[in-house]
């Protein structure tokens, strides 16, 4: 997208997330789902085809515009990033670096039209090892038939399509070869979707079991027309996603600190507004200075991707020190409420529980940590 129309993006974007979504949070967190009326307006504005290229309908935003787009709708409660990202993130990335030109071209505009996917890689025993995973596809003439379950997979309950990894190979290969990636339409027999799950925050934000049994999927539905490329693919979509959920978790600390600074002009303790004691400035402070790096990482790595480099490390250090940095950040603003930090009737609760799954999900710090050291060692091997 050319400079000009993506700042007017940006700038309209901005008002509809101030204006429009977050008075209706509390809307989302009583119906626990996006409202209908806002998700066909944010069809509408075509957030659902930011990423898509243009030739497949959609607006082909860079990563970096792609990415700054996801930190100014994360202003507002983590459902709305939530139900797009799939699409524009995973979805849309796997098929654009590994998809056949005939899978781009019936995919594509659909994930752009806003036709909600999932991301089907983690599985009841398999999360952090997700190339242990179980569940099989056998080739039967012009068809796979797909079982297995697949398990806190976001949009689950409301999706059409989901993109599945499955082992083509019982035994493990080289390079993790025995996984592959099938475009399931949801409506296919045997395809179940589980009920929301209850979750600790981000109220609406939909996380879902799949399970799948005897499910027949066309063997055009075989991502990269070829076996064995899926877990290459699903690491790839994760680079994209674990940039998001660094954005994400950016864009939601600066209006956790921008609620804190608030409170702490309006709130008086001995006999003055508590934003003048230098102990709170500090907490202020420091949180300006998380939120800063986390923007510079992030600002950094998009531009690095856009100029063609591989970023896993980048986006691992991204969403690592991001979505620690947002966990202090809802702290220190639980800290700056004071009692008021802990009671339900204030939104420094709400974000301290929302924030605490950035740390979670699309990779845990953990595999972060262990996604940067090995690519040091592998580095430092070569020289
Ligand atoms: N881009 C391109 N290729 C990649 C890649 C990436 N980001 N990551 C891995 N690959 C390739 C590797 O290059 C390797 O191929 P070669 O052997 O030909 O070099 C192959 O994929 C296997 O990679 P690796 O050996 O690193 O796989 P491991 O089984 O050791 O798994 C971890 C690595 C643990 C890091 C991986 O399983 C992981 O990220 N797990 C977490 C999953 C996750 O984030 N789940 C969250 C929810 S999913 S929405």
Known sequence: MDAESFGLFLEQLRRYVRERLVPAEEEVIALDRVPDDILGEMREMGLFAIT????YGGAGMTTSQYIETIEELSWAAPAYR???SINVGMTAAALKNAGTEAQKAEWLPRVAAGEIACFALTEPDSGSDSAALRTRAVRDGETYVLNGSKRYI?????AKFALVMARTSAQNLPSNGHVSAFLVPTELPGVSLGKPDKKMGQSGALIGDIVLEDVRVPAANLLGGVEGT???AAMQSLDNGRLSVAAAATGYAKRMLDAALRYAT???AFGEPIANFQLIQAMLADSRADIYAAD??????????DAGERVSTEAACAKMFASEMCGRVADRGVQIFGGAGYLREYAAERFFRDARVYRIYEGTTQIQQLVIAKAM???FAAR
């Open 154 to 158: 976001t949009n689950a309950p409301i």
């Open 82 to 84: 939530a139900t797009i």
């Open 377 to 379: 060692l592998r580095d």
């Open 52 to 55: 898509t290229p243009p030739e």
């Open 296 to 305: 510079c990482m992030i600002r950094d790595a998009t531009a690095r991707a």
């Open 266 to 268: 309006e709130r008086k």
């Open 230 to 232: 899926g877990f290459k």
